[in-house]
Each structure stands twice: as C-alpha cells, then as structure tokens.
C-alpha cells in the first residue's frame, strides 16, 4: 500500500513536471514567431512599368548578384516591379512572367520588411492575380530572422532591410505529373530566380542568392507550410564587381533591343511556328547571352546544351555541341535529327516544326557525387530553369517563339543527341519563327 499510495503522489508531479519541460521547449518559438492574424488586410500595389530602360542584353551581362550588400531602403514601385517580374500576370487573367508546367503555378513569394521605409516592417505575402500584398504579421526582430542564416550568408541578410523569398507548394504540380512534378517545381524556381535578377539589374539593385538555411524557421516566420527553396536579400553591391565583359555579341542594336520588361511581358510558350529560315547570328546571340549568368551553388561544367539544327542560315542541318566555356559550336552530325528528336518527345509535332531545338543536359555524375544529392539536383534544375529563362526572354525579344518541353524519353533524347555518359536531358527548347519576327 505504501508503493501504492507513493505511485499517486508521484504522477500527478511527474506529468507537471513534463508539462512543464514541455512549455519551456514549445513557448519560447511560439512567442518569437509570427503567426497569421484572421483580420489580415491588404495592400494594392502600384502598377508596375512594363516599358523599363534598360536592354535585356545589357541586363543579362550584368547579373545582378553581388557577394556583398549594403542596405537599400526599397520603395513601394520597386517592390512592385519585382514581385511583378518574378509572379505577375502578364497575359490572359492567369499567365505569369514565367513558364509553369500545366500552368499550376506552385511558387509563392514572401517578403521580410526589417526597417520601416515606404513600407511598413513586417512580413508579406504576394498576391499576384490582384498585384497585392497581404500582411503577415507587422511585427519583426531582425535577431530572429539571421538566425535561419550562417556565416556569409546571415551577414548578408543583416547588411539589408529586406529579404525576399520563394516558396513552393509542391502538391499544385506533383497532382497531376506526380514525382517528376518535384523537378518541374524547381526548375520553375530558377526561371523565377533570373526573372527577379534581370529585375533587379534594370533597377541598379543588388542580390546575393541563398539556398541553404533553417527551412521549418523561414516556415514558421512566415507562419506556413510552403516549402522555401531561395531567399534573396535585396540592397546595393559594394563589392567593386564591374559588369562582366560580355563575349562576342552578334547582333542587336541596343537601341533598338527589348528592355527587361518588354521581354517579360513578351514571352509566351509558343508551339506554333511558321515556315522559313533563322540567321545564325541571331542563335548565337540568344546562346551568348542566355548562358552568360550567375549559377547559385554550381557551375556552367555540369551543364550541356545541344543545338538540333534545321533552317538556320549560316548553320547546316545536324546536331552540335554548344560549349558554354566559349560560346562556340562542335558539329555532332549533319543529318536533320529534328524528326528524331520529335518521336522521342512524345510526338509533340513543335520540336520538329521548330528552325531548331536546344536540349539543354545535366551531368549526373555531379549530382550523385554530392554528400546531399537531393539538394544537389534541385540547385543543377534551378541553373537550368535560370539559363531557359534567359534563352525564353531573348527569344521573346527578337520575336521568335519557344516552349519549355520537359516530358519526353531520355533515353531515346540522349541517343538522338549524342550526351556523354552520365549526363540526363531536362528540357527540349523548341526556337521557331513567329510572324513578328519575319514581319
């Protein structure tokens, strides 16, 4: 009886004394972070400039990276336009500013307002099919939100007053193509990525792009359930960096060339094209360009590009091998491979209706080799979704017209453009003539 009555005396102070442990772990997050408010309001946001200034050319050999930032106190119309660059509706009441597999449209954009400039601080939400903020909560500790960040990066993020972020709700485009959805998600991130450093070229701005930090912190100050893959802090480079020197640039009068924003409101997935020839100078300038940005945690030697050639002036019919160390062409084969290259993506008639394909590859090798290989692929597709943003925008600039294809038979691709070993297809860039471009 006394083991007995001793038991009694003891659970009821042991589970106090758990709820306790428990309260101590649990409360301090739940007081540090935010959490939605059922009365959120809204904000509408200026209308964003779709003529800009600034060539997209010009953007393009200008990365808009820095390594190191100093603060920038953002006004409203730029944050307006780079919200509108990344997820704004472009055309039609649904399309964005850039491609999205099925148009299920996954990402998500967030901001972290730190100081209180034209904005007030807080954490924000992006609406884009009314170009609206919504808050999140208003209150911030610039302390809580370095911790999600190390080393270089956490000395960025405190060197700025606002910090962008892009989130993915996988679940939109896994429904409906199930587990390759996760790679169509990432590579949709990297088209977003360069949209937002073109943007912030145009605008003189700075950003440092970072993929690895505390997730489930970024969530819960977010206060969601949305993945975050890139957060970018925005202020102005102060490394010394000059624009990079561009390598031979074929053709386009700057005068006369697309500004970023013309481009963005441009671009479209076209698959239908009209008969006749592309110049050569015209290909290479999309290439030099397109392949001429800042790839986040890789380099251009994991990626390969193919050039399946048709009606090119200036370029036989045939494969070629495009090095994007120098920007130049290794012939592969000289048979029009476009009919092939048709049968092994899916039949879908525009890859050989197209003047030309790119196939633009990754080394698999690479990614397998890496201690986080999961992680690996995702940053190898966000570079490849970076480089088809670019080859989408100049295509669009020049008035020619192309389409993301990421559904085919890789084996079958592979073959018909002769990858190296270890190396995987992700995308069939179809470049086809338009009747702007030949009017």
């Not at 083991?3 to 428990?22: C, E, G, N, S």
């Not at 102005?236 to 500004?259: I, K």
């Not at 020049?398 to 890789?410: M, R």
């Amino acid at each position: 009886m006394i083991v007995l009555q001793a038991r009694r005396h003891y659970k009821p102070i042991a589970l106090a004394l758990l709820l306790l442990a428990v309260l101590v772990v649990v409360l301090p997050p739940l007081l540090l972070f935010p959490t939605y408010s059922p009365e959120m309001t809204t904000l509408t946001l200026p209308e964003p400039d779709v003529i800009g200034s600034m060539p997209l050319s010009t953007a393009m050999r200008d990365s808009g990276y820095s390594s190191v930032l100093s603060d920038h106190q953002m006004r409203i119309d730029e944050v307006s336009q780079l919200l509108w660059a990344v997820q704004g509706i472009t055309h039609g009441s649904v399309f964005r500013a850039v491609p999205s597999a099925g148009a299920t449209y996954p990402l998500e954009l967030f901001f972290v307002q730190m100081d209180e400039s034209e904005l007030e601080e807080g954490y924000y939400h992006y609406i884009p099919q009314e170009h609206q903020l919504e808050w999140v909560n208003t209150t911030v500790d610039r302390g809580v939100v370095l911790s999600a960040f190390m080393g270089d990066d956490r000395t960025a993020v405190s060197s700025v007053s606002t910090v962008y972020f892009i989130l993915a709700n996988y679940s939109r485009t896994t429904a409906r193509y199930g587990d390759r959805g996760i790679q169509y998600v990432n590579l949709e991130t990297g088209h977003a990525v360069q949209n937002f450093l073109l943007q912030l070229s145009s605008l003189g701005l700075k950003t440092r792009p970072i993929t690895q930090f505390g997730k489930v912190w970024i969530q819960n100050l977010l206060s969601t359930s949305f993945v975050p893959l890139v957060a970018l802090p925005v202020g102005l480079g102060n490394d010394g960096a000059s624009v990079p020197q561009a390598r031979v640039h074929f053709c386009c009068a700057e005068e006369n060339e697309a500004t970023v924003e013309q481009a963005i409101m441009k671009r479209r997935s076209t698959r239908d094209y009209i008969n006749g020839t592309i110049p050569f100078t015209v290909i290479a300038d999309i290439l030099n360009d397109s392949s001429s940005i800042e790839y986040l945690d890789t380099d251009s030697s994991i990626l390969d590009v193919r050039v399946v050639a048709g009606q090119v002036d200036g370029l036989g019919p045939g494969s070629y091998n495009y090095w994007l160390v120098n920007g130049s062409f290794t012939e592969l084969s000289t048979l029009d491979l476009r009919g092939d290259l048709m049968t092994a993506g899916l039949s879908q008639p525009w890859i050989e209706d197209a003047q030309l394909d790119l196939v633009i590859s990754v080394d698999m090798g690479w990614v397998n080799a890496e201690p986080d290989s999961s992680y690996a692929h995702r940053v190898a597709m966000i570079s490849i979704g970076m480089m088809a943003q670019n080859i989408c925008l100049k295509g669009a600039a020049y008035g020619l017209g192309t389409v993301t294809v990421g559904a085919f038979y890789e084996d079958q691709v592979a073959t018909v453009v002769d990858l190296p070993g270890g190396f995987k297809p992700i995308y069939i860039m179809p470049i086809g003539l338009t009747s702007e471009f030949v009017g």
